[in-house]
Every structure is written in structure tokens, then in C-alpha cells.
């Protein structure tokens, strides 16, 4: 069992939690360009790491307010919480960030990144 | 719905001296049983292959025998990480059927469930295979309606699913409270009777005394590190054994797919998850039927040691630890005492967890890849045990012809491209 600390709410039970998958996907904002190869890669595609992983999680039972949350899916450790809209801090997070594969991808080259916002 | 002539193969156990037979148990008991041949060799991996399966559990196993005893092609290694079976194939809940709804998937999970009622007598092996039934029950009239679309579906392929109504199921499964005043009244069900279980570990131990028997290499202990590749055509790979070469790698590793793509740089829709299961303290025969219950949400069978099985859906988050949150076990018994409240005087004494590999379809993936002589087996998700046989003999057709058979092609990586998707999350006769 996580112990999750909501941005808003503290330390709750994973049980009060929902999990959203893979944070910091950007949507291609020039689908019709786009090949299906390439498109599936944003649509299916999945980074699926043995080590650090961003996703976004969603307090359900609690303030039903999203974030960001960094973890280790081998080890089940949270390395960070983080506001939707913004980057990983800490090392472990920037580097996930850049060793996920869609970095790379071509569809990501022409999608927008997530814009960060001032908190 | 496709379909293949089953070829069983004849090659395997031509040597009569190394059959298990009842003579053997009468010859091996004179000798206080201290002189049984051993079930396969424990082999040191050579400098070169025709062909390297990846991963040591049933379907890779199954993959490697059926490329010997089939297409003829011995000089081959599986290369296991841990031990044999140790992953998925000896942490599910053994449960066998094929009333899937949609044709592709009728067609495979069909052709594996003829090769398993055929496996034993294959393999030369008890795989223990007993087709008890898998009872899908219902607790409302919608999802009463639901099945029999469903049942319907599932005839018109030739496959066996019967409607049961409340005294149907009450004579078949006697412990089941079919009052209509409770939280969960027993509605009707559908049945597979050719349905059932089978030991997973034989299955694993099956296949790999039977394909060694044919020449295959089994080699555990061996972590594979890296892919080498000329161009686009696979060479080798790399483990922490030295390097191995060969042009045909087949890649069968369930939840750590995504890590062998990774090394070729090939992108799969597979999230891997934990799975969970548990079985309680031994008690009498009281369940002799798989019962399942989508509503409540979980499986339940009795082993033949008289365990009761439990199983239900994945955890929430992605994870590589074979473990799981605790929030699933306590849902999954409060489930099985919705259904069976004798159950809550039980004592729970084994937890677990397999790392499954879930497709966005929860469909497998069969197909070749773009990089040339790399073959991918995975993306069964939560149901494939039951696969087992079927997976390997479509897979080691895959292999040595380089092309996908009837079965095998609509599970190709393509799919996600042209969005012929095959969406068994609600029509595989259990949630996910």
C-alpha cells in the first residue's frame, strides 16, 4: 500500500487514489500530417520503464484534484510530487523525463509542450 | 473464426528409454526411485543458434518445443533469467477456456484449448488437465442478456458455452446460495464445460523435458543484456553468459517486454502491472467448477490439494515488483465472501504477484517486428496461462516461416496502426 501526500490534502491511503498513467504525454497538434506509424506511437505506445516513472495521479475520494507524482516502479518509492503543468526538480525526475523515449519521437517534435505555469 | 489443422508433431520421444510410463514407475520403485533419469539438462549456452527464445516460462518453452518437434529446428536455446515457470506461468490462477466472444480470439484460445486436452499424452508428461468448467455467473438482468449475446457468439464458432439457470448452477455447485433476496442473487451463468485447469508448474516442466529431449538448450541463470544487430537484421544477443549468435530471436518474456524492445528500439503498447492471487488453508472437496463473477469482481477454483484459488483484476499502477498493494487481496476476499460467506472462516496462507503484460486491447501481441529476425510474444495480459500451448505452436510457425498464420495474423503489431483492434475488455467473458 502507497502512502500518497496529496498537494492538498496530506498523507492519505493509495486506496483514496486513482492512477492516470504516463505524465507529459503532448498531444500532436498536426494530426492530419501525420503518418499512422507515428500516430500510434502518441495513441498506443507506451514508455513502460523498470526504474523511475512520471504519472499522473488523481485524489478520487478525496479533493479530485490531479498531479504529477514520480516513482519507482521497481522499489514503489515516490521520489516527487509535483503541480500538473510543470517539470520534475529532482535529478531522478529530470532524468525519467529525458529517457523516455517520445523525447525522441517525431510526433512529440511537432506537438506543443506542456506549458510550465508560474506557482 | 480461423482454423488450422492441428499438427501435434512426431519427433519428440521416438527413444522409448526415456518415456515415463508405468513400467518405468514399477522398474524406478525397485530401485527405492534413486536412479530417475534427470528431466533436462542443466546446458551452458554455445557460441551460435538458429534460433533463441527468450524467456523461460510455458509459452516460450511451448515456442522452442514446437519449433523442434514441428518444424524440425534443434539447434535452439531458451534463455531464462531466473528459473523455469518462475514469472507468470507459476503465479496464475491455472484457469483454462476459450469462450471469447470476438473470432480472433476464438480461434486461438480455441486451437490452445484442443492442443491442452491432447498435452498430456504430447508432452509425456501429467500436465494435470481437468476440464471441470468455468462457470460465469450473473447478478442482474442485464448482464444476464449481455451473456447470452455472448453464449450466442460463442456457439455460432463451434465452441461449446451453455446458459445455466439458478437450479442448473445450484445442482452443479451446491455450496452456492441462490436465494433471490441477496446482495448478490444468483441471476443464471453460462458454463464452458470443456473448460477447466491444468498444474502450471508441469506445464512448464513438460515442455522443457520434452523439448530437450528434442536437443533444445535450456538455460537458466542467464540474463540477456542486450540485442546486436547488423543493419536491420538481428545477430545476436548479448546475456550475462557471453554472447550468444544467431539470426531468429523470438522474444517471450511477458512483463519485461517492454525492456528487450527497449534494447531494439521498438516501441509496444504493453504496460506491465501486478497481477495478484491467493489461496487459503486446504479443506474438503466442496468446489469441483471454475466460478467466475464479474459483478463482484474475482475467480475462484479448489486446487487439487483442496486449496480454494483466488484471483481478480490488476493493481492500478505500473510496477516491475512481484508483490502488489494490499488493497486487491482485501477486495478479492470480500468478493469470494459476497459469494461464499462459509469462505470468511477460512485462513488465507499464500499472497502473490505476477507482472502482467496489459495491451490497450487486452489482446496479444503475435508479429514480427520491423528489425529482421525479431519476434515478439507478448501483451497476454491477465489471461495467458490458458494460451499456453496455442501461443507457442503459432509463435514457432511465425519463427521458422517467417510469416503469421491465419491465427496468429490479426494479433500482428500493426494493428495499432491501422486500428483493427481486437477489444476483448468487455467481451472476454471476465473484467481485466
Not at chain 1, 498536426?30 to 516513472?53: H, R
Not at chain 2, 514441428?70 to 531458451?78: D, K, L, R
Not at chain 2, 492442443?115 to 504430447?122: K, V, Y
Not at chain 2, 496468429?408 to 496502426?417: I, M, S, Y
Request: proline residues 4%; contains cysteine; aromatic residues 10%.
Amino acid at each position: 500500500m502507497l502512502k500518497i501526500k496529496c498537494p492538498f490534502c496530506g498523507v492519505r491511503d493509495e486506496s483514496e487514489f486513482s492512477c492516470g498513467g504516463e505524465a507529459h504525454i503532448a498531444r500532436p497538434t498536426t494530426d492530419l500530417k501525420l503518418t499512422d506509424k507515428i500516430f500510434s506511437e502518441y495513441l498506443f505506445m507506451k514508455y513502460n520503464p523498470k526504474g523511475v516513472f512520471l504519472e499522473r495521479w488523481c485524489h478520487t475520494s478525496g479533493c479530485r484534484r490531479w498531479f504529477n507524482l514520480a516513482r519507482d516502479t521497481v522499489s514503489h518509492e515516490i521520489i516527487e510530487i509535483y503541480p500538473m503543468g510543470v517539470f520534475p526538480k529532482t535529478v531522478k525526475g529530470k532524468k525519467a523525463y529525458q529517457a523516455n523515449w517520445r523525447r525522441k519521437s517525431k510526433y512529440e517534435a511537432v506537438s506543443k509542450p506542456a506549458k510550465r505555469t508560474k506557482k | 473464426m480461423a482454423k488450422l489443422n492441428i499438427d501435434r508433431g512426431t519427433r519428440a520421444f521416438t527413444r522409448k528409454s526415456k518415456r515415463y510410463s508405468i513400467f518405468s514407475i514399477a522398474k524406478n520403485a525397485a530401485s527405492y526411485h534413486q536412479k530417475w533419469q534427470q528431466a533436462w539438462r542443466h546446458a551452458e549456452p554455445k557460441s551460435t543458434y538458429d534460433a533463441v527464445i527468450i524467456g523461460g516460462g510455458g509459452h516460450g518453452l511451448a515456442t522452442a518445443y514446437y519449433l523442434a518437434n514441428i518444424h524440425g529446428i534443434t539447434n535452439i536455446a531458451v534463455i531464462e533469467k531466473g528459473w523455469l515457470g518462475g514469472g507468470n506461468t507459476g503465479r496464475n490462477t491455472t484457469i483454462i477456456r476459450s469462450n471469447y466472444m470476438w473470432d480472433e480470439s476464438a480461434a486461438i484460445y480455441e486451437h490452445a484449448l484442443k492442443l491442452w486436452e491432447g498435452l498430456s499424452q504430447d508432452l509425456n508428461f501429467n500436465v494435470m488437465f481437468s476440464q471441470r468448467g468455468v462457470l460465469t455467473i450473473s447478478h442482474s438482468e442485464h448482464e444476464l442478456k449481455g451473456m447470452s449475446r455472448r453464449v450466442h457468439a460463442i456457439r455460432l464458432n463451434g465452441i461449446d458455452s451453455d446458459i445455466l439457470s439458478p437450479s442448473e448452477i445450484k445442482k452443479l455447485v451446491p455450496t452456492i446460495n441462490i436465494d433471490p433476496n441477496i446482495r448478490y442473487p444468483v441471476m443464471g451463468g453460462f458454463i464452458q464445460k470443456r473448460a477447466g485447469t491444468a498444474r502450471h508448474d508441469a506445464v512448464a516442466w513438460g515442455y522443457a523435458r520434452a523439448a530437450d529431449e528434442l536437443g533444445v538448450d535450456i538455460i537458466q541463470n542467464c540474463e540477456v543484456t542486450g540485442l546486436r544487430r547488423n543493419g536491420n537484421q538481428i545477430t545476436g544477443i548479448q546475456t550475462t553468459k557471453g554472447f550468444v549468435k544467431t539470426s531468429k530471436v523470438g522474444c517471450v518474456v511477458a512483463g519485461h517486454s517492454s525492456i528487450i524492445a527497449d534494447m531494439a528500439n521498438i516501441r509496444l503498447p504493453i504496460t506491465s502491472r501486478p497481477l495478484q492471487a491467493i489461496v487459503s488453508e486446504p479443506i474438503k472437496p466442496i468446489l469441483d467448477t471454475v466460478i467466475m463473477s464479474n459483478a463482484v469482481h474475482m475467480y475462484i477454483s479448489q486446487s487439487d490439494k483442496g486449496e480454494m484459488v483466488l484471483g481478480a483484476g490488476v493493481d492500478k499502477y505500473n510496477s516491475y515488483a512481484q508483490t502488489g498493494s494490499w488493497t486487491i487481496p482485501e477486495h478479492m476476499v470480500a468478493a469470494a465472501i459476497d459469494l461464499f460467506p462459509f469462505l470468511s472462516q477460512l485462513r488465507m496462507l499464500r499472497q502473490w504477484g505476477g507482472i502482467v503484460d496489459t495491451c490497450p486491447d487486452a489482446s496479444p501481441i503475435i508479429s514480427k517486428t520491423d528489425v529482421k529476425g525479431l519476434y515478439f510474444n507478448c501483451g497476454w495480459g491477465t489471461g495467458g496461462f490458458k494460451a499456453t500451448p496455442g501461443s507457442g505452436h503459432v509463435f514457432a510457425d511465425l519463427i521458422a516461416n517467417d510469416r503469421p498464420n491465419p491465427i496468429a495474423l490479426p494479433f500482428g503489431l500493426k494493428r495499432f496502426e491501422t486500428g483493427y483492434l481486437i477489444d476483448e475488455h468487455g467481451a472476454a467473458g471476465v473484467a481485466h
